[in-house]
């Protein structure tokens, strides 16, 4: 094969100082901008922060001035959970999670079923399967703003004119009614993102087991519970898992949709983080409360990496 | 794998014939999924060329009975109304989102991309250990960064920059790049690397001249991917960039939502028109797309 001439010389490097090379670049930005962050994040959620007050310690290198303020210990902590909007925040993030999991799986494999099935048209849609997951969630909002409206929104609309509603329908008064609305939006959202990964597990099944449990007398949800579904196994333990840690990161819906309210009831934690923090400028509770949640999300990568990594891919 | 003859590739469903019946269930179900992706979508290009008042009429018409660029005019600043302050940051908003992705994709794809190649590729210390850290970046929630990135960039100055922003956004980012590059050059045959080698070439060159120019649609994948997350990226442009004309497009819309008196449809202007780029950006490389992400997922 003829290679065209390179500017370096050809130096001689072992295989592992090449790849360390490599690897520097990305190994150092991420530290940069993550660890680091992360680490003083850490700091911050031990200390009396005040973004007023330039004084005190402080780090001083290559110019510039990170303030250190005053440590405190566990008290930000304690304060934190020692405030029942804390814990409310806590169960009903775990109701979010848990409700978003359940319709993001069941829907994302309902659609996948459809689709894998043999239609004229079938690339079109499955085009039309990235649109909802391509919008800014700010849009997602907007648009479902758009349909649930108490006002102006489609559904009330509709429903009225084909005589299947008489009043209209306020999503977003009752609190429960709001949480529920946001778990069904984000799982527009995001279902669509499971249906691409269990249309890829659903074509890598070979043709030969269906073709074998038809002449065992299969019918179709046989053929779908034990071919399909088992041979599904590690991809929906992948979108559990997937699904899991985006329900309890969701955010931005909150904030175009219903700010935490009625009266709290759709603050979850990382909304109840994000408020302390920047809302009130808390930033000591504030990254407490984050940091509840980052623990969480180590828990759960733990978990995902011990069943999907170390069991498909054990010299990684 | 063996597929014998002219035999179609099986998707499951029954390889006879499909009755009436089944075929008019399979439709259905088919149009309630194509109603469900693409309806929401198709009513906020509705509302978005609608009069307020006809979205107010009851009963509200199947059919929209007016169709207008008015909202689109006061978005794009050609008519003066009530809110133009806040429509006139919308054009400005999109130049700074541009920007930011544009160069936030060049960093990911040069740094995330060698880096994916080593991990495909090589065995070296620590492999194992910083592949975890990788993957618990990727899972890291970029909010609980944000007040340690509000106070570095203020000590930097860096707040209210672009700068800080594409430093911000490469946080969770760069994780994914590298994660679905390494998921992609594991798909390159290793051979490739080995004959360029055995032909005298040295690792950066069997890399850069031989390897990456077959890497197009890998590369394709993480761009486009990269792109769309800070195209779309809402918070951390919320927080950190809040002096006027520093921002990006999210917060722009989401504040226009928040703006008294406006009419929706308006609102509904502004939405179609910045989530367009992004969505045309997926469906162009939709494929590259799908089949980067489904492989860098799948592999974990």
Redesign the interface.
């Known amino acids: ?4 001439r ?1 500017g ?1 010389r ?4 072992s ?2 100082s ?3 090379l ?2 520097a ?3 150092l ?2 530290v940069a ?2 660890a ?3 680490a ?2 850490l700091w ?1 959620s031990f200390t009396d ?1 005040n ?1 007023l007050r330039g004084g005190g310690a402080a780090i001083e290198m290559f110019g ?4 250190l303020y005053r440590w405190v210990g566990l008290k930000n902590y304690l304060q934190v959970f020692s405030d029942p909007l804390y814990w409310d925040s806590l169960w009903r993030t775990l109701y979010f999670v848990g409700a978003f999991v359940i319709e993001a799986t069941l829907v994302g494999l309902g ?1 996948a ?7 004229p ?1 079938r690339p079109l ?15 997602v909002g ?6 649930l ?1 108490f ?2 929104g ?1 559904f009330n ?2 429903m ?2 084909l005589g299947l509603l008489t009043g209209s329908v306020a999503f977003f008064k009752d609190g429960f009614s709001a949480l529920n609305v946001l778990v069904s939006v984000y799982m ?1 959202n995001q279902a ?2 499971a249906t ?2 269990f249309l ?4 890598s099944i ?2 030969d087991l ?2 074998a449990a ?1 002449v065992d007398g299969a019918g ?1 949800w046989q053929r779908f519970r034990y071919v ?1 579904l088992s041979a599904l196994r ?2 929906l333990f ?1 979108v559990l898992v ?1 699904c899991t ?1 985006n329900g ?2 969701m ?2 819906l909150i ?2 949709l219903t700010m935490g309210g009625p009266a709290n009831e759709t603050t979850t934690i ?1 909304w109840l ?2 408020q302390t ?2 809302a009130f400028f808390k ?1 000591g509770p ?2 407490a409360i ?2 509840t ?2 623990g969480l ?2 828990l ?2 733990f978990i ?2 011990r069943l ?2 170390a069991r ?2 054990p010299e ?1 | ?1 063996a597929t014998v003859g002219a035999r179609p ?7 006879k014939a499909r009755s009436v019946k089944s075929r008019a269930l ?2 259905g ?2 149009a309630v ?2 109603l ?3 309806g ?2 198709i ?2 290009l509705i ?1 978005s060329v609608s009069y ?1 008042r006809n ?2 009429a ?3 018409p ?1 059919v929209p009975p007016e169709v207008t660029l008015e909202n689109y005019r006061m978005i794009l600043g050609l008519v003066r109304f009530h809110a133009e302050g806040q429509a006139a940051k919308i054009l400005p908003s999109m130049l700074n989102t541009l920007i930011v992705a544009s160069v936030v994709t060049i ?1 990911n794809l ?3 991309t ?2 994916g ?3 495909a ?5 620590l ?2 250990f ?8 990727r ?14 960039f203020r ?2 100055g860096l707040q209210n920059t672009l700068a800080g922003l594409v ?2 956004y ?2 969770f980012t ?2 994914f790049t ?1 994660w679905i590059m390494k998921a992609y050059f594991e798909t390159v045959p290793a051979d490739l690397d080995k ?2 080698l055995v ?7 069997a ?4 390897v990456l120019p077959v890497s197009g649609p890998g590369l394709v994948a993480g761009g486009a991917f990269t792109f ?1 997350l800070c ?5 951390v442009a ?2 950190l960039n809040t002096k006027p004309g520093t921002t990006t ?2 917060p722009v ?2 504040a226009m ?1 928040g703006q008294v008196n406006v009419d ?1 449809s308006v ?2 202007a502004s ?2 028109l ?2 367009l780029p ?2 045309l ?3 162009i490389f ?1 494929k590259y ?2 089949q980067g ?2 492989a860098g ?4």
């Open positions: 094969m003829a290679v065209p390179f370096l050809a130096v001689r490097l295989e592992a090449f790849a360390r490599l690897v670049p990305a190994i930005a991420i901008v993550v680091i962050p992360l003083y994040s911050l922060v973004l510039m001035r990170l303030p659609v079923l459809v689709l894998n099935e043999r239609f048209g849609m499955r085009s039309l399967l990235l649109v909802p997951w391509s919008l800014s969630r700010i849009v907007l648009l479902w703003i758009g349909i409206d006002e102006f489609a609309g509709y009225q004119r527009w669509p993102f691409l990964l890829a597990g659903m074509q070979s043709e269906y073709a038809e179709y399909t590690p991809i992948l997937l840690v309890f990161l955010l931005d904030y175009i990382s983080g994000f923090s920047f930033f504030g990254t984050l940091y949640l980052t999300c180590l759960l990568t995902y990496h999907i990594l498909f891919e990684a | 794998m590739r099986y998707r499951g469903g029954s390889y399979l439709y179900l088919v999924v194509a469900w992706l693409i929401p979508f009513w906020l509302t307020q979205l107010l009851r009963p509200l199947f960093v040069v740094v995330g060698t880096a190649y080593a991990y590729r090589f065995r070296f210390p492999k194992t910083s592949l975890f850290a990788l993957l618990f970046t899972m890291l929630p970029t909010i609980v960064l944000i007040p340690a990135f509000f106070v570095m000590a930097l430093v911000a490469c946080s760069l994780p590298v004959s360029a032909d005298g070439c040295n690792r950066l060159q890399y850069w001249r031989v769309m195209w779309n990226e809402f918070v919320q927080v497009l999210p819309i989401a939502n929706y609102i509904a939405g179609f910045g989530a992004a969505v950006l997926v469906l939709q797309m799908v992400l489904t997922s799948v592999k974990g």
